[in-house]
């Protein structure tokens, strides 16, 4: 009896002892964290950030799973970027994808030269230094080029379609982006060229915008182009709401202008971009360098007419410019 109990003691110091042995464990593997930088504000891009997240998941990244994402937005302020890109990299971020204008790129170009940046860039990436060459980007950045900043003279040729013989055009340019001495530039010669006055209105702070509407009523502008820039993006209820008052045919730079009461739009679908984008960070997030990804150049451009817009503001559309439509809302 006495060895039985000897026994079951022993037996059950070992069991004790045995659970008490460290159990070999796969080694974690770390979530990848994502930087999105973007120029514009979370409110006005949540459809473009669902369009970005549904690219991830086609790619078997799931955010609050295996990826997280730290998201930086500096509401049209661009001088916030620098900062905002610095504090992403200091995070040590796996890739920055930096949308929602040109001076995200830029900044986040200017914050490292070590973590992968996937852009979106509506001028040239090469001249801006972003790139090396478009099938070739050599360095740690690649994305889509939208080529949007460069349309100005067509949307000038399709206002003019939409308001013919109109004296004067006032021209919305934002001084404090980058490629707005080339869009007012392409604006005033592409005007000069078909022989039509323009008025440029310069705004880069809200209380600029208001002053600018001031200057286009005062000089009495019977249709207004808005330049493509995130800062107009995120004010873009209150511009559409303006035109509407003053009853101008305008024409502004993608879909969800045309959406909000704008009667013209020519772009691009950036809910498309935006899923591109996503594609590019799943595929570095995967082991794909920025240099092996050609930059992606977007070539098709829509038309989106508001016709329920137009025929409230009186405004007149022609047979040859509702043929040219993509898209039109009723």
């Known amino acids: 009896m006495h060895f039985d109990r000897l026994k079951r003691r022993e037996f059950i110091t070992l069991l004790v002892g045995a659970t008490a042995w460290p159990v070999a464990t796969p080694a974690q593997i770390p979530t990848p964290v994502i930087g999105f930088l973007s120029a514009r504000s979370p409110e006005e891009s949540a459809h473009l950030v669902e369009a970005y997240r549904r690219?991830?998941?086609e790619g078997g990244f799931i955010e609050g799973q295996n990826v997280a994402i730290e998201f930086r937005w500096a509401h049209g302020d661009y001088s916030r970027l620098s900062a905002l890109a610095a504090d992403l990299v200091s995070r040590n971020v796996a890739v920055i994808s930096?949308?929602?204008?040109?001076?995200s790129a830029l900044a986040a170009k200017a914050a490292t030269a070590a973590i992968p940046i996937v852009f979106n860039f509506g001028a040239d990436p090469v001249r801006a230094g972003l790139i090396a060459s478009f099938n070739f980007p050599a360095g740690n950045a690649t994305g889509i080029n939208t080529a949007v900043n460069m349309m100005e003279p067509k949307r000038l040729a399709l206002l003019r379609e939409l308001a013919p013989g109109v004296p004067l055009i006032g021209a919305l340019i934002n001084p404090s982006f980058a490629p707005a001495v080339r869009q007012a530039r392409d604006i005033e010669e592409a005007a000069r060229a078909i022989g039509q006055r323009v008025v440029l209105a310069?705004?880069?702070t809200n209380e600029?915008?208001?002053?600018?509407?001031?200057?286009?009523?005062q000089h009495g502008v019977g249709a207004l182009l808005v330049a493509a820039d995130p800062f107009f993006d995120i004010r873009r209820d209150r511009i559409v709401a303006f035109a509407a008052e003053r009853r101008?045919?305008?024409?502004?730079?993608?879909?969800?202008?045309?959406?909000?009461?704008?009667v013209l739009s020519y772009g691009q679908s950036f809910v498309e971009i935006y899923r591109q984008n996503g594609l590019y960070a799943v595929n570095i997030l995967k082991g794909a360098k920025p240099s092996d990804l050609?930059?992606?150049?977007?070539d098709k451009f829509e038309l989106i007419i508001n016709v329920k817009a137009a025929k409230a503001q009186g405004i007149a559309i022609s047979d040859n410019l509702l043929s040219l439509a993509d898209e039109i809302i009723e």
Request: proline share 7%; aromatic share 10%; hydrophobic share 55%.
């Open 55 to 57: 690219a991830l998941q």
């Open 202 to 204: 310069k705004a880069s």
């Open 98 to 103: 930096a949308v929602g204008g040109d001076p």
């Open 248 to 262: 101008l045919p305008a024409i502004y730079q993608f879909r969800e202008f045309a959406v909000a009461g704008g």
């Open 294 to 298: 050609p930059v992606q150049q977007v």
């Open 208 to 217: 600029e915008l208001e002053a600018a509407f001031a200057l286009l009523v």
